[in-house]
Structures are given as C-alpha cells and as structure tokens.
C-alpha cells in the first residue's frame, strides 16, 4: 500500500544507544518500503559540523544512502539541535535538504512541513536566540574553530538550554495557535506536519470555514514515533525502544 514516512526529534547521540538501534532498525526495516521518508529535524542532539569524525554520524549516513539508493528518498529538514548539518553530510548520506518550511506534495494534497520551532512565538526568548544562531557569517566564525573548541561550545549551549526550560512556562514552549493560522494560510495548506515539541498528536480544528489538521511528531526518548500517511489515511505510530522489550 503507498505510503510515505515521517519521522523527527529522535535526538541522536552516543549516550542512547536503544534509540540509535531502534532508528537503524526503522531504517532497515521500515524505511525501504515507503515511498519517501521525512526527517523534520532534530535527528542528532546536537551538530558542530560535517567534518565531526564520530561513528555514529557515519552509521546514520549509511543508513539513509542505502534507503535512497534501493528507491526510497530521504529528505531533510533541519531542527534547532542539528542545523549545521550541511551540504557534505547530505552528500554522503544520499538526502536531500529542504527550507525550513516546505509544502510537498503528498498524493495530490499540498502539505506544509517543518520542524516547528519557529511556531513557537511565545517563547520571545528561544526566538531571538534562533534569530542569531541562523546568521550565515556566525555559523562560518563556529565552523573555523577547532573541532574541541565548538564541542565545548555545544556543551556549554545545551547547559544553558536545561537550566532555561526548567524556569519556563511549559505553555509558552508550545506552538501560538495565531502562527500556525498564519503559516497554513501564508502556504495554502489544509494540513500541517511538525516535530519538536514533543507531544505526538493529530488536532483537527476550522480554519477560514475549512477543516483542516496539524499533525504533531512525537520524541524518540522513551518510544519511537512514526507518522505514516497514505492516499486515504494518516496514523501516528509508536515503536518500542531495545530497552523497554
């Protein structure tokens, strides 16, 4: 039956192996048999360039250029972990890089996807840090550094990240319902996909007199999740992590 894949925020790194297994496993099993496969960001906890020698980065690549090269495309959308990931990586890993919002589509229906954290407009402060993490001369100044000096770096931004989220409102690192009115209408879209805030679900709500969807990717921590869409159906999908079996 035809389908296509979605997947987001597994946050990949050497210290969750069960999650690496388990997206190896989606990508071996899973993956091939799909028409294509969405990453909307996030895949990696974190990224300080394509020339970062770790295994890991290299199992992942593998993983995706088998699956295009049997037929089925990978294509990639950055998240706010991972958006250094570039055009060397991308190369090797055989996917393809789209804008940070996107319409596709997905069997004669106009979809916009994304990762989604420029849907939370609430958080004034992630916004502005976003606004400069995305300046082209400053991503070159970081990427001129020496490998353990931007290790350093990443260490030290995830640490403010923690402390940050632990003072904030939870509602204000959720999407501003406004925003997505007004990224549906500015795309011209029925149906929105996104990941990043972690809380898997499929609303269904009126737009302008229209019914229309926002579907939500869920987090790999403690399951895998999987957004599968066909012709004629739409099923979020969870997969039991190696640890919980």
Known sequence: ?????FIADLHLSDGRPDITHAFLEFMRDEAPGADALYVLGDLFE???GDDEPVELNRQVAAAFRTCSEGGTPVYYIHGNRDFMIGRRFAAEA????LPEHHVIDLYGEPVLIMHGDTLCTDDAGYQRYRRITRWRWLQWLFLCLPLRKRLD???GIRGKSAQSKQGKNITIMDVNRQEVARQMRKAGVKRLIHG?????AMHDFILDGQPVQRL???DWYTQ????RIGPDHAELQSRELEENR
């Open 1 to 5: 039956m035809p389908h296509t894949l």
């Open 153 to 155: 770096i990443a260490d």
């Open 46 to 48: 974190f990224w300080v």
């Open 224 to 227: 895998g999740s999987v957004l």
């Open 94 to 97: 055989g996917m393809t890089l």
């Open 216 to 218: 939500v990717l869920g």
């Open 196 to 200: 990043h805030t972690h809380r898997p």
